[in-house]
């Protein structure tokens, strides 16, 4: 995708010449419909819009200005108007920001209709919400909204193949410093997310565990992080028996990729471990061949974990970061992993494998245990494609959370819900791990059909000890995720801006929710 120029201008819209000029229409309590301008509204007030249009939450109304020899009223070739419906006063703040980002997927959606390359955007004022979080969160939709995936997609012969938005203006008649900060916010949110999306759309030959490491050392160098790429010889000579065996049916080596963010006057450090399953058939325990081609998903936790660093690298945050993917295929070859086979873990930690099909924990535990031991951080989150129980259990609508520690859980569920990622906890406990248990083993990776998302997370909670932790299962929300303007079908990119507005907000939290370590 061609990178899009957002800009902050008090310039008067009707000067505006470029192919889409968009206003944001509240709906009236009672009355005619009014708009910030005069203009438009004098047509609407004229016409009624026939009644096509009442600025309903997501009604769009498109057309054409009149140009007139003698006085021309708009330059730009198209106007939008976008309902935003009604704002009554009482609405949750978080549920104005996400208002804000599904108009702006909606603007993206209907310049994609009409091919325009060059919008401009004039922000609303709307009561609950200051005028900086418009800005943040409507160019954050818009840049969502806009995400496609070409790569791969060759040109007809006789049309040239639409790339999205090439400019984003966004009007305000205070151009301040708050303002184009916040509008720098949600566009490295947005960017981030997208980035996640672009690792997910790749197809499983093209991204493989080596893709995720030579894309770790491009943020390092970019961004001037550390990263570490762990190959299999280190890890046979280190013990991660988890990852080794997941790794055995396939010919493709797997990396274990490491980013460091040290900032001088760190904090603390929070670690963070991404599942990055380049592709997973399963094994020897072989899903079923209708619906394979989506396992090339199976690594959007370690994508989203990569997406963050890169907002983290533009951000500069004073809270140290740590991320971790471990990456590897999950093949049925010859040397595959058996089930009834039994590994030791990094931490010395033995599992009889029950099912090859369960291979997520596995990586994750080596890289939960190995990232607790080297770096000693303050808190740990891990992100996994990791159960279809997930599914059964919450949909595509929101991620599956569970923890050791409340006010962690707590940060992550206000930062889903600020983000528009929604997130819902699910208890632990020792009934959950005692499905578990195992005869010939320290335990088993699996405990059966019943609580399956609860007994995968009580697998990864062995391996974190006391350090606070969060396991977010994003099986139902990383592709088919609920149906929004700004959310594409295919990857979603979940996780990233969730994590993004946890490390945003760690330091006001930290004040007030997160306790540190004693």
Known sequence: MKSTKVIVTEKKPEQFSGDLLVYCVEQPKKGALKCDSSIVSSWLEQSGTLEEFRAKEGELLLFYPRIEKESVSFSARRLLLVGLGKIEGNEAHDELRERCRLTGGLIAQQAGKVKAKKIMICLPEIMGIPAKEVAECMSEGVLLGDYRFLKYKKNAPEEELYQGLEEIRLFARASTDALHKAVRMGQIAALAAREARNMANEPGNCWTPSHFATHGRMLAKKYSLKCTVLGKDEMKRMGMGGILAVNQGSTEPPKMVVLEYRPIHKTQTLLLVGKGLTFDSGGVSLKPGAGMEDMKYDMCGGAAVMALMQAVGEERPDLGIVAIVPATENMAGGAALKPGDIITHYNGLTSEIVNTDA?????????????????????????????????????????????????????????????GEPLWRLPLGKEYTKQLESRVADMKNTGGKSAGTITAAAYLEKFVGDTPWAHLDIAGTAWEFTEKSYVPRGPSGIGARTLLELVRRWKKEEKTVIVQRK
């Open 359 to 419: 291979e997520g924990r596995l990586i994750l535990a080596d890289a939960l245990a190995f990232g607790l031991e080297k770096f000693k951080p303050d808190y740990v989150i891990d992100l996994a494609t990791l159960t279809g129980a997930a599914i059964i259990a919450l949909g595509h609508h929101r991620t599956a959370l569970l923890g050791n520690n409340d006010e962690l859980v707590e940060c992550l569920l206000a930062a889903g819900d600020r983000s």
